[in-house]
């Protein structure tokens, strides 16, 4: 086929949580045409701007491809080669005189979305063995992950609304209609949500701003920042104190109900209206509306999370399916079944172990470790701070919480003294500016993908493979190659290893522990894909649909699922319990004990004084992540990091519509243009995540243009959830006045 011809290709889209199918058109090697593909199972042809952008990032001049190497003080081209060895003759000193814990380790968001790194950034974190691992989970969604693995037994067993079946849906804290899910990855929610509401279903929204999914919905209640545990707990205590619960054929697997009510007994609507901003008999309305509903899901995020009752608040969303009967029923809240890499779908079904919490504790402040990973807010103190342990060489892979993480200017301090900095990542960002040495990973549109991690979050169950769809650039390896080269170091390898060599290596090892003495026709069949594409055919031929190598002939595989460009529908999402269970008592453990400890923290802060004025963030379909604000198609249009400011409070504070203010907390400002809109209550400012593209050393002229105000510059690193250890991002009182 000529060069030049078009030629269609089909692409999973890696730029957030929904997971599209896209239908691309190649023409020359080059990407000229961008559609939602309407043949996809899972996605059905949704496109939203993101998308789009693929092709602006791939071309992206700012986009890294050729490792830099800092001398002489500035980041300077290098081959990869030099790049490895300036690693090897530097990293393994500092392992040698300070430990392996010596050596931390930073993943990102954008790790999730690439296979390579995903499943090889884990592999690593095990081969080196320190204890200084951190991630953008502690930023956004461990509570999640906390109250679903203490409930259910795993991290990731995490119940999302079966919205195509669903009556009733109450979202608190979360804008699927911007996000398309949120840990619920459902592509084309509005129109889902518009579905709903035509077949007679209600959408009733809890949020201190009008947002777009708010502006949708039937009912929108506001709610004052950091008040939703408050909210649920009442909640709760109405369906317990009134005898609304139903636990229906949940209640031979429920533990701990009878607690509960003694639990939440204190929290009444009257006493907890005046803390949400919302009157009692709206509370209870509330708390009946949703115990009377057929097939009703709750749902909460991003503002369930980032607050400082994020834990409680996630259990309590769960509590409430539980109580009302709607907990893993059809048009409630259901478990997918992923076809492949799903703890919740191996060992012994309906038991388990449960998760640990806290089995060790960060060296300088004390933060107890949740799955395996320290709050990144610690980072900075473990770098500071002299002693056995003290992190002196970083990794960074695809992150950047120079902006991402609270008081981002104390960490960038942190890292410049650094014995030692490698990032893996395609942008010289604000982090990666303070690199040793930065190896650029591939383009999305250059390497094969499965989502790993999302299909356990799916609205429903599908399986789905993308092939790379543009040639990999001569002598570039690919990011898993580049993870297996940097383990190899830690563990004295050496740079110069082959990696596909050490990579089959290092699968007979574990497919010789889990298939035994079949160990040997499993590595046969499994033949002689690259990396992360026969760990993925591993995956999918041992997991529940899988062909289980021959012996069910109609069942997954990678092969199978190569032959299917659209994806494969595995169906709508079924009832798993108690097959799904993993807490050692088979049960959903209703009233975990550290979140009935919790509660005690929660009743004595019920009087604190409401702060005149707090800040909240918020979540814009062009720019979920601050490296998206590089890609001109997604940069261009109105500037939207603008503080909002109700009416009231603009008038009280002197301030006026497109003007200049100054937010300040915790000793620290930034400015930011006022938009002036009643869709924030009064009390509420909201500035969005991810600006201040100001700082010297990024490379990223287009975010530079308009760098915007960088909310988490203002935050407080020691403001943790203390059970989760996620970040305190919501709810934080700041002062407003006129710049």
């Not at 992923?338 to 779908?345: D, E, G, L, R, S």
């Not at 937010?663 to 006022?674: H, I, K, Q, T, Y």
Request: hydrophobic share 45%; proline share 8%.
């Amino acid at each position: 086929m000529p060069p030049s011809a078009e030629t269609l290709a089909y692409r999973i889209c890696p730029l957030c949580e929904a997971c599209c199918g896209l239908e691309l058109t190649v023409s020359g090697g080059a990407v000229t045409a961008v559609r939602g593909d309407d043949a996809d199972p899972f996605s059905q042809g949704h496109l939203c701007p993101k998308a789009v952008a693929l092709r602006d990032l791939h071309e992206d001049p700012d986009r890294l491809r050729q490792p830099l190497l800092r001398r002489g003080g500035v980041l300077e081209p290098c081959t990869w080669d030099e790049a490895f060895a300036e690693i090897e003759r530097r990293l393994p000193p500092i392992l040698a005189a300070g430990g392996r814990d010596a050596l931390g380790l930073v993943a990102g968001n954008p790790v999730v979305h690439k296979m390579g790194l995903l499943l090889y950034f884990a592999r690593l974190a095990r081969a080196v063995g320190t204890r200084n691992i951190y991630s953008a989970a502690t930023l956004d969604q461990m509570p999640k992950q906390l109250s679903s693995g203490l409930l259910f037994g795993h991290w990731l067993s995490v119940p999302v609304p079966d919205i195509e079946r669903t009556g009733y849906l109450l979202v608190l804290g979360a804008n699927p209609v911007v996000s398309n899910g949120s840990m619920w990855t459902v592509p084309g929610f509005e129109r889902k949500a518009r579905a709903l509401r035509a077949r007679g279903g209600k959408l009733v929204v809890v949020d201190p701003r009008r947002t777009e999914t708010a502006a949708l919905a039937d009912r929108h209640l506001p709610i004052r920042p950091g008040a939703d545990a408050f909210l649920l707990l009442a909640m709760a205590q109405v369906l317990l104190a009134e005898g609304r619960v139903r636990l229906g054929r949940l209640a031979e697997h429920v533990a701990g109900l009878p607690g509960l009510a003694d639990a939440v007994a204190p929290f009444t609507p009257e006493r907890v209206a005046g803390r949400c901003g919302i009157g009692a008999g709206q509370i209870r309305d509330l708390a009946r509306e949703l115990a009377s509903a057929e097939r009703a899901a709750v749902y909460g995020r991003m503002g369930t999370c980032t607050q400082e009752y994020g834990t409680l608040a996630s259990w309590l969303v769960d509590v409430l399916n539980v109580l009302t009967g709607n907990l893993d029923e059809p048009g409630g809240a259901m478990f997918p079944r992923a076809p492949a890499f799903a703890a919740n779908t191996q060992s012994r079904p309906g038991q388990g172990k449960g998760v640990a919490v806290g089995r060790r504790r960060s060296r300088v402040s004390g933060a107890p470790e949740v799955m395996g990973e320290l709050p990144l807010g610690c980072l900075a103190e473990e770098i500071e701070t002299p002693g056995q342990g003290q992190v002196r060489a970083l990794l960074t892979v695809a992150t950047n919480p120079v902006l991402s993480a609270p008081n981002g200017a104390r960490l960038a301090r942190a890292l410049d003294g650094l014995e030692l900095m490698v990032s893996v990542d395609v942008y010289v960002n604000e982090t990666t500016r303070h690199a040793h040495v930065v190896l650029p990973g591939l383009s999305p549109l250059e390497e094969p993908h499965y989502d790993v991690a999302f299909p356990q979050l799916a609205w429903r169950n599908a399986a789905r493979m993308s092939p790379a769809v543009l040639p990999r650039p001569a002598g570039q390896p690919a990011e898993w190659e580049i993870l297996l080269r940097l383990q190899a170091i830690c563990l004295g390898l050496g740079a110069g290893i082959d990696a596909a060599a050490y990579d089959a290596e290092l699968l007979a090892e574990e497919v010789g522990r889990a298939a035994g003495p079949q160990a040997p026709a499993v590595l046969q069949a499994l033949g002689g894909r690259p990396g992360p594409e026969r760990l993925l055919d591993l995956g999918l031929r041992t997991g529940p649909y899988g062909d289980g190598f021959g012996k069910v002939p109609a069942g997954l595989s990678l092969a199978r699922l190569a032959a299917a460009p659209h994806g494969i529908d595995l169906g709508p999402l079924q009832p798993r319990i108690p097959e799904v269970l993993r807490t050692a008592s088979g049960k959903i453990e209703l009233l975990p004990d550290m979140l009935r400890a919790d509660l005690f923290r929660a009743a004595a802060d019920l009087d604190r004084p409401v702060p005149a004025l707090v800040v909240v963030g918020r979540r814009q379909l062009r720019s979920n992540n601050s490296w998206m604000h590089n890609l001109p198609v997604l940069a261009k249009g109105p500037f939207r990091c603008t503080a909002l400011v109700h009416p009231s409070d603009a008038a009280r504070l002197g301030l006026r519509d497109g003007a200049r203010a100054r937010l300040a907390a915790n000793g620290r400002s930034v400015e930011a243009e006022v938009q002036v809109s009643d869709e924030v209550m009064p009390g509420v400012v909201s500035l969005p995540h991810g600006w201040g593209h100001d700082l010297p050393g990024a490379r990223l002229r287009v975010a530079a243009e308009r760098p915007g105000a960088n909310l988490n510059a203002l935050l407080d690193e020691g403001l943790r959830d203390p059970l989760s250890g996620n970040a305190v991002l919501s709810g934080v009182a700041v002062e407003l006045t006129p710049a």
